[in-house]
Every structure is written in structure tokens, then in C-alpha cells.
């Protein structure tokens, strides 16, 4: 009698872990795919992960002790606003029909929306789940350039304003089929001109406009902040992996690309930083990946590893110019960097997405591809969406200042909004 041998125990085990998905897939067929939603279920809780508590505790770490709870307290009460937001209307002015420029409001409370609705080979609820996780990083992300002087109330109302007046026309126009960038065919994966341009830009604005911090202080717990940096490192592959929507070779590729990219611009900052001080420092290196996880958040669908490096080491230095010697040069207090990593980061990888898409540099177009033609498209759509996100927050500002006023007392700035906003303290001490 022949012996069982253990691999084919091994073979068995595994077709019978396996039948059930192989059935959910054949019974989905063209519709939902089980592997495709199993990847987006996990990608979503990752991008949801990158504002809390990542980008909580990236800013909570680089404000003074008495403003931490401030800052841990925006990201989380805008984590919830937008939320009911992008369930009231965001999510249907960003993805449903409408024009070129804006959706309707026919899925406003996700009218018509069930589990069995289908986008792609997803369910549609997913896709709102998934899509609302940026909706909400996007506003938490512009905190960082007016923390430690803003009215909590004024956080709240502008963010709504700027939500709806802002992120939702420009999510519609570059990812919406109907959108005017999208048929235009500018190349925007996971968000560099919706998510990093947007906040970004309005972010110089808002610092300009609030004024300078009356008592700025260096770092409070830097530890704090290079433990939030891992975390929205983390969460990125979510973020840029999870944005193809599909489960297959590109998602990985994705994936990639963005842990290459955001190596490369630690490890320039970090070198120019080393240059120039003398020390490389634990602020540096984590600065300097976050420019790089920006930078190819526009270009992870197209760039290959070549060109992720080369994403990297631009942004890693055009950054540190921006965030270093030119926010010096015209003493605009953008506190914790927006718009010099954000901003700018965004800009460098809409612009280089171009480039990268090459196939000399392993980008995935063919070879009648035109980096000429595309890279046009690309800085027309950044300077629109630059220009339009500048004078809606300006317009905005003045009437959330308007409405609650932008500014705390001096007094109320002097004692530290944990206590004057909030009437806590982080530490006993």
C-alpha cells in the first residue's frame, strides 16, 4: 500500500482554505471581486490609521507641551466631522455624476447605496469607506500650518467650508469620469494634485493670513514625532497600494515605489541637512520621508522603481529648500511645514509623474508616450488647482473669521490652547 505523503495532506488543506474564496469569486464573476475587497477593507483602515493617531501624533510631537492636546484634538474632532460630512453630501458632490466640474447630490446620505452596490469589482460602500478616509487627512492636514494660535471653533468651520468648497470639485475633477482633469488625462493616483496641491497651497495662505506664532517653540517630544512619521509611513501603502483598486502586480508595484521614494528623500534630506549642520537629525529623516510620500502619491501608478528614486531624491531637496531656507528668507510662519512639504512635495510628483511614466526609467507607458505633452497637462492642472485653492481660502478664512473669529487672545495663545481651548493639560509635570 503506497504512503501518504505529507505534502499531499498539505495540497488538501489548502484546497479547502481556498474553495470558499474560489466560489465567492466565481460567483461574483464580473462583479465584485473577494480578493479586490479583502485588499480594500484593509487598505482602507490604513489610510484611516495615517490621521489617527499618525498624523496626530507627527504634528502633537512638533508643537509646544501646553498645545499637544490641541493638535491631538483637531485631528480627531475633524476625523469625525468629516465623516457626517462625507455622508451628508462630500462623498456625493465628489462621485456622482453632475458636470466636469462638480457631482450632484443624488448620493447625498448615500441615496440608492447598498451592500450589493457595485463600483468596479467592489462594493460601492467600500469605495465610499475607502475615499472618505482622504477626504478626512486632507483638512487634518493644513492644522499643521496654524497650530498653536487658531480657534478650535475656527478649525471646525473652516474645515466644513473648505471641504466642500475645495477638496470636493477637485477630487470630481481628476478622479470622477466626468471630471475635466480626468478626461484631460492627467496622471493623478492617490492624490498630489487633490490631496497634497489642495492643502498644501491653501496652507501658505492660512499661515500668511492668521499671522505669526507670538511665542514659537522648538519640538516638544520628538519621539513622538518620529513614531507618528512610521505610522503615516505605514499607513502610505494604503494610501498610493490601495488606490488602483485591484488586488494584482500594480497594487504592489505601488507599494514599492512609495517605500523607495520616501527612503531616497529621508536619505537626501538627511545628507543635505548633515552638509549644511554638520548633525543629521531625527526631525530631518522624518521630514524628509514625509516629502517623499507626497511626492509620489501622484505618480505611484505609472512610476517604476528608477523613477521612485528619482521622485525621491527631488523632493528630499526641493523641500528642504522650501521648508529651510526659503520660509526663512520670507518669514511666513507655515509651523509645521504644509506647504514646504506638502505643497511643494505634491507639485515636484504631479510634475515628475510625467517623467517617470517613461519606460526608460521603468514607467509603465508605452512607447508613443509623450512626456512633453503630459507633463503640460500636469502643470496646467497644478496651477489650477493651485491657483482656485488660493482664492477660495482666502474667501474662506474671511468668513470663517467672520463667523467665530480666526485668532486666539494673546493671553489664551501665552497659557497654551490645551488649557485655554480645552481646559487640560497633557502632562503633570
Excluded at 506664532?213 to 520628538?222: E, I, V
Excluded at 505609472?302 to 527631488?314: E, K, M, Q, T
Amino acid at each position: 500500500m503506497p504512503r501518504f505523503h505529507p505534502s499531499r495532506l498539505l495540497f488538501l488543506l489548502a484546497v479547502l482554505c481556498l474553495a470558499p474564496l474560489m466560489g465567492a469569486q466565481a460567483a461574483d464573476g464580473a462583479g465584485i471581486n473577494a480578493a479586490d475587497t479583502a485588499w480594500m477593507l484593509v487598505a482602507t483602515g490604513l489610510v484611516l490609521f495615517m490621521t489617527i493617531p499618525g498624523l496626530a501624533l507627527f504634528y502633537g510631537g512638533l508643537v509646544h507641551r501646553r498645545n499637544v492636546l490641541s493638535v491631538l484634538v483637531h485631528c480627531f474632532a475633524l476625523t469625525c466631522v468629516m465623516t457626517l460630512l462625507w455622508l451628508v453630501c462630500g462623498y456625493s458632490l465628489s462621485f456622482s455624476g453632475g458636470n466636469a466640474l462638480i457631482g450632484d447630490l443624488k448620493k447625498a446620505f448615500l441615496s440608492g447605496v447598498t451592500a450589493d452596490s457595485e463600483s468596479g469589482s467592489i462594493p460601492e460602500i467600500l469605495f465610499f469607506a475607502f475615499q472618505m478616509t482622504f477626504f478626512i487627512i486632507t483638512p487634518a492636514l493644513i492644522v499643521g500650518t496654524f497650530v498653536e494660535r487658531v480657534r478650535f471653533s475656527a478649525v471646525l468651520v473652516f474645515s466644513v467650508l473648505w471641504a466642500l468648497v475645495v477638496y470636493a470639485p477637485v477630487c470630481h475633477m481628476v478622479w470622477h469620469e466626468n471630471g475635466y482633469f480626468f478626461k484631460m488625462g492627467v496622471i493623478d493616483l492617490a492624490g498630489g494634485i487633490v490631496v497634497h496641491i489642495t492643502a498644501g497651497v491653501s496652507a501658505l495662505v492660512a499661515c500668511i493670513m492668521i499671522g505669526k506664532r507670538r511665542n514659537p517653540a522648538p519640538p516638544h517630544n520628538l519621539p513622538m514625532t518620529v513614531m507618528g512619521t512610521a505610522m503615516l509611513w505605514f499607513g502610505w501603502f494604503g494610501f498610493n497600494g490601495g488606490s488602483g483598486l485591484h488586488a494584482n502586480g500594480a497594487a504592489a508595484m505601488s507599494l514599492t515605489v512609495t517605500h523607495l521614494s520616501a527612503a531616497t528623500a529621508a536619505l537626501a534630506w538627511m545628507a543635505i541637512e548633515w552638509f549644511n549642520l554638520r548633525k543629521p537629525s531625527a526631525l530631518g529623516i522624518a521630514t524628509g520621508s514625509i516629502a517623499g510620500l507626497a511626492a509620489i502619491t501622484p505618480a505611484a501608478g505609472v512610476a517604476g522603481p528608477l523613477g521612485a528614486v528619482l521622485i525621491g531624491a527631488c523632493s528630499g531637496a526641493v523641500c528642504w529648500y522650501f521648508s529651510v531656507k526659503l520660509k526663512n528668507k520670507f518669514h511666513y510662519d507655515d509651523s509645521l511645514d504644509v506647504f514646504g512639504v506638502h505643497g511643494v512635495g505634491g507639485i515636484v510628483g504631479t510634475l515628475l509623474a510625467a517623467i517617470v511614466a517613461l519606460p526608460v526609467l521603468q514607467g509603465n507607458m508605452g512607447a508613443d508616450y509623450s512626456a512633453g505633452a503630459q507633463l503640460g497637462k500636469q502643470a496646467l492642472a497644478s496651477i489650477i488647482v493651485a491657483v482656485y485653492s488660493v482664492v477660495a481660502t482666502y474667501v474662506l478664512l474671511k468668513i470663517t473669521g467672520a463667523l467665530v473669529g480666526l485668532r486666539v487672545s494673546s493671553t489664551e495663545e501665552l497659557e497654551g490652547l490645551d488649557t485655554a481651548s480645552h481646559g487640560e493639560t497633557a502632562y503633570n509635570d
